[in-house]
């Protein structure tokens, strides 16, 4: 289907009326743009079009920054080894098999960065777009409010070996304790795959918390993710899909759990990839069931929350699949920034430890581009003239202290 005018002003309408409200206070001393929205706020930088805070009153008044980061924008170039720290994964997010794909008959190589081998030192497969992907790169601030922000990047043809180029619109707004985000992706010269997501790490008590420095008594519900996405074990799709049944160590769908509930059941063990324990996983989201549905009102693709810090996250989205990552990799060698945590504590320090926060992704059916047999073409691919992709996604916070069993 051609876009045509009047399709794509609706899409940017978000970007125009921002513009009209432009503000020019600019980034603070740090580096960070910040917006408000009632009972909450937020800082963004325009490295990755990354969030870099986001701030909430937990269940006695407290206000917390619940997402991880760095105090300065320009920490973010500098230590290389940050995960993706908030920033948007572009152009095709989460992993791609052997770093190709074929499109039209054509085989393109994509540069690889992840899981070394002798004969492959740079990698066998591409994570989130590549070493240089959009959450490596400089975004442009089109404009900012009080309220919100729109960041845009233009990809060049070739650029870690995608063909084609993309001009892309990332719109985060604030409301009454409400982050809204949309994010619009148009190929302007080739037909080239195409998926985003948010990459943020959340710790719902600030990593305040003065009984653990853990995730792992955060809940978690997946109310309509009865099944994931099969894997190798460096968490390649197969192809499969498999079920999660009830009671199992992947079932978030029958009742809101623990993340750690089940890390006592052997079968935790490799759940994300080799010698891993815990969950690097994607699950499909399936609403079709009910009939039509208005992502926005018909009920939230995942809930998180803390019974210490009371505070509760609802995700509303319209995308159909949702990656959920244990931070199993964390190690303690990435500092929480001053705005979190516990000072003069021994028994904390002021670190991410494994299991410290918990990463939510957004997207589609990851590295659908290499199973023809999902048919998620129309999801995933697009071309000039065509419609734009388009993620969009609402976050939702409240305060909810129910405790959920361990």
């Not at 320090?349 to 059916?365: A, F, K, S």
């Amino acid at each position: 289907m051609r876009l045509n005018t009047l399709s794509l002003g609706a899409l940017l309408l978000p970007l125009t009326a921002a513009a009209a409200n432009d503000s020019s206070a600019g980034p603070d001393k740090d580096g960070k743009y910040w917006i408000h929205g009632k009972g909450i706020s937020a800082a963004f930088i325009a490295y990755g079009a990354s969030i870099s805070d986001l701030l909430v009153k937990d269940q006695y008044g407290i206000q917390r920054d619940i997402v991880a980061g760095f105090d300065n924008a320009s920490y973010y170039g500098i230590d290389r080894q940050h995960p993706h720290f908030g920033g948007v994964p572009g152009r095709y997010a989460n992993r791609i098999k052997n770093s190709s794909f074929e499109l039209d008959g054509v085989t393109y190589n994509i540069t690889p960065n992840e899981n070394p081998t002798p004969d492959h030192p740079d990698g066998v497969d591409t994570l989130h777009g590549g070493p240089d992907g959009w959450d490596w790169r400089n975004f442009t601030v089109v404009s900012h409010s009080d309220n919100s922000i729109t960041f845009s990047i233009v990809d060049p043809d070739g650029k870690e070996g995608f063909p084609g180029e993309v001009v892309s619109y990332i719109t985060y707004t604030l409301g009454d304790m409400t982050w809204d985000f949309k994010m619009i992706a148009i190929p302007t010269t080739k037909k080239t795959p195409i998926m985003l997501s948010s990459h943020t790490y959340w710790n719902l008590d600030g990593f305040a918390n003065n009984q653990t420095q853990h995730v792992l008594n955060h809940t978690l519900y997946l109310p309509y993710s009865g099944q994931r996405v099969g894997v190798d074990n460096i968490l390649i799709p197969t192809g499969d899909i498999l079920a999660n049944q009830q009671g199992s160590v992947n079932d978030f769908w029958s009742a809101p759990k623990q993340i750690g509930h089940s890390f006592s059941d052997s079968e935790i063990h490799g759940n994300c990839g080799f010698n891993c324990t815990g969950y690097d996983n994607c699950w499909l989201v399936n609403r079709e069931q009910d009939g039509p549905y208005d992502w926005r009102k018909d009920g939230f693709v995942a809930r998180v929350q803390s019974a210490w810090s009371g505070i509760q996250l609802d995700v509303y989205s319209d995308q159909e699949a949702f990656q959920v990552y244990s931070c199993n990799g964390q190690n303690g060698s990435m500092a929480i920034k001053k705005s979190q945590g516990l000072f003069d504590n021994p028994k904390f320090p002021r670190t991410i430890p494994q299991y410290g926060c918990l990463v939510l992704e957004v997207e589609d059916w990851i590295d659908a581009i290499n199973q023809p047999s999902w048919q998620r073409s129309k999801k995933q691919i697009y071309e000039p003239g065509g419609d734009p992709y388009v993620l969009q996604a609402s976050y939702r916070f409240s305060i909810n202290s129910t405790q959920t069993p361990a």
